[in-house]
Antibody, heavy 119, light 107 residues
């Protein structure tokens, strides 16, 4: 059974940093691209960042480029999102998602971790 | 970026009703369109991929159709457990983008 468990969310001041983790199990982690998707309070879903199975290729939403870094440790089946220079508008529940055979189809999702950026 | 729109933004229907949601892309995305169900506090769930293919294990009352810029999602007979927000999502181009969602509840 595929399981994705996010952690690392919390309250941080504007300009601060936070590192999210997503522990994956139930599939061959290194064979699949992964993504982070967020949902701001009262808003819809927004794709944030993606990474291919090897970790060699990464992709970002323009508004997080040069502030967020996605990475993965395939030896530990874990996905990361390093978030720097956080803004109030980054406040959201962050979900990690396993992509399918076709990039951009999010087959499985975690239950999310809440990031609150506030002074 | 490809913009996705959905209508209606919310709807209320009776158990057993047929429910239809439309999704429109700002440019041709062929059939690179998925539909997800999201219940509060839970992980979103993939229901339909490639516009019309039912994900394994998803009840057959859910279906999707369309290509190009116009897509439709249907619940043939609404059940109480279908109360959720439904999102379309394109994966033709980065950034992957979602529609604003349609909130479905029971009348």
């Amino acid at each position: 059974e595929v399981q994705l468990l996010e952690s690392g969310g919390g309250l941080v001041q504007p300009g601060g940093s936070l590192r999210l983790s997503c522990a994956a199990s139930g599939f061959t982690f290194s064979s699949y691209a992964m993504s982070w998707v967020r949902q701001a309070p009262g808003k819809g879903l927004e794709w944030v960042s993606g990474i291919d199975g090897s970790g060699a290729s990464t992709y970002y939403l323009d508004s997080v480029k040069n502030r967020f870094i996605v990475s993965r440790d395939n030896s530990k089946n874990t996905l990361f999102l390093q978030m720097n220079s956080l803004r109030v508008e980054d406040t959201a529940v962050f979900y990690c998602a396993k992509e399918g055979a076709v990039a951009g189809t999010f087959e499985y999702w975690g239950r999310g971790t809440l990031v609150t950026v506030s002074s | 970026d490809i913009q996705m729109t959905q209508s209606p933004s919310s709807l209320s229907a009776s158990v057993g009703d047929r429910v239809t949601i439309t999704c429109q892309a700002s440019q041709d995305i062929t059939n690179y369109l998925n539909w997800y169900q999201h219940k509060p506090g839970k992980a979103p769930k993939l229901l339909i991929y490639d516009a019309s293919n039912l994900e394994t294990g998803v009840p057959s009352r859910f279906s999707g159709s369309g290509s190009g810029t116009d897509f439709t999602f249907t619940i043939s007979s609404l059940q109480p457990e279908d109360i959720a927000t439904y999102y379309c999502q394109q994966y033709d181009n980065l950034p992957f983008t979602f529609g604003p969602g349609t909130k479905v509840d029971i009348k």
